[in-house]
């Protein structure tokens, strides 16, 4: 059964740092393109970022510049740097792969900024 577990999540000041993880079980990751989402509070899920198997990189705009989604395959660990971080980027954030149908939900990790 394939599990993603992301952890990191945090409550973090503005214009602060966090460095998120998620883990994965499947055999495929290393070839496999993998994105980062986030979920605010009564809003739906939404893109943040994604990396492909090579490690070519890309982000949604509100996040362009600020994050960066790195990947370890060896440990098959997909992280996403979080700088210089702003009230709208709190949420959950969850991973999955980013092409074929999604991997069950992983329980996300929450990341809270304040004043």
């Known amino acids: 059964q394939v599990q993603l577990v992301e952890s990191g999540g945090d409550l973090v000041q503005v214009g602060g740092s966090l460095r998120l993880s998620c883990a994965a079980s499947?055999?495929?990751?290393?070839?496999?393109?993998m994105g980062w989402y986030r979920q605010a509070a009564g809003k739906e899920r939404e893109y943040v970022a994604s990396i492909t198997s090579g490690g070519r990189a890309d982000y949604a705009h509100p996040v362009k510049g600020r994050f960066t989604i790195s990947r370890d395959n060896n440990k098959k660990t997909v992280y996403l740097q979080m700088n210089s971080v702003e009230f709208a980027d709190t949420g959950v954030y969850y991973c999955?792969?980013?092409?074929?149908?999604?991997?069950?939900w992983g329980q996300g990790t929450q990341v809270t900024v304040s004043s």
């Open positions: 499947f055999g495929a990751f290393s070839i496999s393109p």
């Open positions: 999955n792969r980013l092409s074929g149908p999604a991997f069950p």
